[in-house]
């Protein structure tokens, strides 16, 4: 009775813990879904806009020249034609002090750039002068601020004055520091450039500390400029220090293009690349023409030559009123007077698939296309655009007080307000960490908090191609880092994912079918004897840690593979051959002699293994002299021919061919005329075929390589080499070795479970098909393997997924290049490696760090997809091998 009761109590038990940890593992992953989901919603969410001030400013209704704000939103300065530099609180618009720039002379042209605070003045006397204005900030101590600050409370602000000649602003941080913020300028000698006046002038600007924009030097000042005499100048300012006096001189050197016949009116916009190089000159009807600085053929300096002449404009009578850089100098805002907006920048006219780009001919090999169409607000002029100082984003007036937030490279509309009294706006901005925006009206200043979610980004940017500057057409990146703001934001997962699925389908190549055969082998072939050494010595792989083995593939394996590709590329096909040959041979050997050795069978597997590595050795250096042109590595590079690349392809479909042929023809046949031979007639016959059938499957691929390889001369195009494709330039950390280390990661797992799987079939069906006289082999491929089909696609299922969410090894072995293509011998970058490389170091909730999260996401869906397929088919295979 109380045993009675112990079982019932156990059972109740068992049930109670069973049915909590399946309850729990559901919970558990939906947990992870929501999480994830819930990181990544975001990058959906819309831009807003919040808190809104409206200020009349302090200058009344003089229009500025331009207007900058630190990036703390604490103050502010404008410049006016006439050389007056003035300060102001941001928060109150108090007036904080004045300054003169220049005196005497009348301002007609300035240049500005995104992100810099360095200018240059063009005045009506033909003279130019670069000015330096920057924001200063300090720090000062509590101890050490003055007492009147004392008891101010964090994010408070007070105007602050050093000194008689400076005043800025003190603000307390939450750290409990004083904050100042201060304005600093300076400027150069003016410079004499022509006796008319500047009408417009453009300049590279510095490139700011930590920066990789190309641009100029202190001492090396490259500007362009047009004046009243109708001539176009690129100019260099060098500074000159005598080494005896210590004086600077300035040393303008120039080059003076006349351009009144190039068309007929005057030109409206004049830009200047980051590289300073190309100059852009563009007029109101929407030509551009773009001159290259290129030296000269008889030497004698450098010379301005026309490139190519654009239409900005194209299929418009619309009018060009905006035309300027965004952030990093590369791309072109072009706004017209019918609400139409867009982005242009130079590209490779040979490597563009865009057939009118390729159309253009051009000195320098470069055209200008306009790459992306922003959504346009049509009958509605643009007045004004600035670009943000450290995003791709760009905010846009319009004259109707509307006022549009764009993003260049997703070509996502941000933001689309309008002014409270639909006033004409003058001007707008983006605060320097793009968290306000600034827009300018007749009736005053208006600021808003802004918060632009996560603009870089949108479901098609992460997985269809975008059009980057430098490249000749759109492309899938992964480059979530630079050394400075300038570079453009690539976030395309699909690199990530075509990584992950070569790393995959490599591994697998390698280790399923190893491990399924090895399974097979030691379930039916082999004794209880060798199967009880066996089966633990193949799982005792599986305690070998990834790092270990990602360790060993990255410093010892990929070294010793790049140095002997030949030896390892001969093994592939050498070692099988030799397995088999040794089969064939073992046939041959006395009936009696047979069944003693049976039970060592499996060790005279070793030294067939070891003579199939030293033949590979030896006819390694044989086979990269006749068939890789005497160096795998140049050959993969493109030397020499490339059909031996496409018979590495089809020797499985040749094999395949071969097989065919000897089960349709060739066994028919000799079974009807070998019923009288003894064993060993027989195994000389079977020696004999497969030699005859392995000739014959490198002879039909041979043919269809090429074939393949020379049938597009026929039709007069070139030869068709797939060196390129799924085989190409050399990398020493690459899929090849990943795929066969990865693949002894695999191996345990996938043997286990398909040997247990294999094992469970019942003894019955194994003796009734032996009773019914077939052989071994015939029982275990008709019988043992439909039965245990469901155990030994489990076994694929969790290798599969093992593989999927592998880190250690792909980090350390696979290059981290996150490539597109399937070549074998290049290296990749997978989503879990990302996440592992980049997540610690990734700002909290910024796009690069919910982009992260948005690829565990994926990798968690395809885990799900494919172990949801899995189940679907092993449940069909299941009940196949009940019905047996």
């Not at 792989?541 to 083995?549: E, I, K, N, R």
């Given at each position: 009775m109380k045993t009675r009761w112990t079982v019932a109590a156990a059972d109740v038990l068992s049930e109670f813990v069973i049915t909590v940890g399946g309850i729990g593992t559901i919970v558990a992953v939906l947990a992870v879904f929501v999480v994830l989901v819930a990181r990544v919603a975001p990058l959906g969410l819309p831009a807003s806009l919040s808190g809104e001030v409206a200020r009349e400013t302090h200058w009344g209704a003089t229009e500025p020249v331009h207007l900058a704000i630190d990036e703390y939103q604490t103050i502010g300065w404008v410049l006016f034609d006439d050389g007056r530099l003035e300060t102001f609180r941001v928060d109150n618009g108090e007036k904080l002090g004045e300054r003169q720039l220049f005196k005497d002379k009348q301002l007609s042209a300035v240049s500005t750039s995104v992100g810099r605070g360095g200018l240059l003045l063009g005045f009506l006397d033909g003279s130019i002068q670069f000015a330096d204005i920057h924001f200063a900030t300090t720090f000062i101590d509590v101890v050490d601020a003055p007492e009147q600050f004392h008891g101010m409370k964090p994010g408070e602000r007070a105007t602050y004055q050093p000194n008689d000649n400076e005043t800025g602003v003190l603000e307390l941080t939450s750290q409990g520091q004083y904050r100042v913020q201060l304005l600093e300028s300076s400027v150069l000698d003016p410079v004499q450039v022509t006796d008319k006046a500047i009408l417009m002038l453009d300049h590279v600007p510095e490139a700011a500390s930590g920066g990789n924009q190309v641009s100029i030097s202190k001492d090396d000042r490259k500007y362009v400029?047009?004046?009243?005499?109708?001539?176009?100048?690129?100019?260099?300012?060098?500074?000159?220090?005598?080494?005896?006096?210590?004086?600077?001189?300035?040393?303008?050197?120039?080059?003076?293009?006349?351009?009144?016949?190039?068309?007929?009116?005057?030109?409206?916009?004049?830009?200047?690349?980051?590289r300073g190089n190309d100059i852009l000159l563009a007029w109101k009807s929407g030509q551009m023409v773009r001159f290259v600085r290129e030296n000269a053929e008889d030497g004698s300096g450098y010379h301005l030559n026309p490139a190519e002449k654009v239409d900005l404009l194209p299929d418009t009578d619309a009018q060009l009123t905006v035309c300027d850089f965004i952030l990093g100098r590369e791309t072109v805002f072009v706004g017209d007077s019918q609400g139409g907006a867009s982005g242009w920048f130079l590209v490779r006219g040979a490597e563009t698939e865009e057939p009118e780009l390729q159309a253009r001919k051009t000195s320098d090999g470069f055209t200008l296309a306009r790459v992306h169409v922003l959504q346009p607000a049509p009958g509605e002029k643009i007045n004004s655009m600035r670009a943000s100082e450290r995003s791709r984003m760009l905010v846009v007036g319009y004259e109707s007080g509307r006022f549009r937030v764009y993003q260049m490279t997703t070509e996502r509309l941000v933001l689309d307000r309008h002014l409270p009294k639909d006033a004409p706006v003058i001007g707008a901005m983006i605060m320097p960490k793009d968290n306000g925006l600034l827009v300018e009206s007749g009736e005053g200043i208006y600021f808003w908090d802004f918060d632009p979610r996560h603009p870089e980004i949108t479901v098609a940017a992460a997985i269809m191609p975008v059009w980057?500057?430098?490249?000749?057409?759109?492309?899938?990146?992964?480059?979530?880092?630079?050394?400075?703001?300038?570079?453009?934001?690539?976030?395309?997962?699909?690199?990530?994912?075509?990584?992950?699925?070569?790393?995959?389908?490599?591994?697998?190549?390698?280790?399923?079918?190893?491990?399924?055969?090895?399974?097979?082998?030691?379930?039916?072939?082999?004794?209880?004897?060798?199967?009880?050494?066996?089966?633990?010595?193949?799982?005792?792989?599986?305690?070998?840690?990834?790092?270990?083995?990602?360790?060993?593939?990255?410093i010892v394996f990929a070294p010793i593979v790049e140095s002997f590709l030949a030896f390892f590329l001969t093994t592939i096909v050498v070692v099988p051959l030799t397995f088999i040959l040794a089969a064939m041979m073992w046939q041959l050997l006395p009936r009696r002699i047979g069944l003693i050795l049976e039970s060592w069978r499996l060790w005279f597997m070793v030294p067939a293994l070891l003579l199939g590595l030293a033949v590979s050795y030896l006819l390694g250096p044989l086979v990269e002299q006749i068939a890789f042109d005497g160096n795998v590595k140049l050959w993969l590079d493109g030397r020499g021919s490339g059909v031996v690349g496409w018979l590495m392809m089809l020797l499985p479909l040749g094999g395949m061919f071969a097989f065919f042929l000897n089960g349709a023809f060739i066994n028919p046949y000799l079974r009807a005329r070998a019923l009288q031979w003894n064993r060993s007639q027989f195994a000389f016959l079977s020696l004999a075929k497969f030699a005859a059938l392995v000739l014959l499957t490198f002879g039909v691929a041979w043919l269809l390589s090429s074939a393949l390889y020379w049938l597009p001369t026929l039709f007069g195009a070139e030869v068709w080499d797939p060196r390129g494709t799924f085989i190409d330039s050399y990398a020493q950390r690459n899929s090849f070795v990943v795929g066969f280390v990865m693949g002894f990661a695999v191996i345990p797992i996938i043997y286990t479970i398909a040997d247990d799987a294999l094992a469970t079939v019942p003894k019955h069906l194994r003796s009734a098909s032996l009773g019914c006289g077939a052989t071994p082999w015939q029982t275990t491929v008709r019988v043992v393997i439909p039965t245990a089909m469901s155990g030994l696609f489990s076994a694929l299922m969790i290798g599969l997924g093992r593989v999927v969410g592998e880190t250690m090894i792909v980090l350390m072995a696979g290059g981290n290049t996150p490539v597109t293509d399937w070549n074998i011998f290049s290296g990749f970058r997978t989503l879990s490696a990302t996440i592992a490389i980049e997540l610690p170091e990734a700002v909290e909730n910024s796009t690069h760090f919910r982009m992260l999260f948005a690829a565990a996401l994926v990798l968690f869906v395809i885990t799900f997809l494919i172990n949801t397929a899995a189940e679907i088919v092993r449940l069909r295979f299941r009940k196949r091998a009940y019905q047996l």
């Open positions: 400029c047009f004046a009243a005499d109708g001539k176009l100048r690129y100019g260099t300012l060098k500074e000159e220090e005598d080494f005896l006096t210590g004086d600077v001189t300035l040393k303008n050197e120039t080059i003076a293009l006349e351009i009144a016949d190039i068309q007929g009116e005057r030109p409206q916009f004049l830009l200047q690349t980051a980057y500057e430098g490249y000749p057409k759109p492309r899938q990146i992964w480059q979530s880092s630079s050394a400075g703001v300038e570079p453009e934001m690539k976030l395309g997962l699909y690199p990530l994912i075509s990584g992950t699925l070569k790393a995959t389908f490599y591994s697998m190549l390698f280790g399923a079918p190893i491990a399924l055969l090895a399974a097979i082998y030691t379930s039916e072939f082999t004794t209880h004897k060798v199967r009880a050494v066996v089966k633990p010595t193949v799982e005792m792989m599986a305690s070998l840690p990834s790092v270990v083995l990602g360790f060993l593939a990255a």
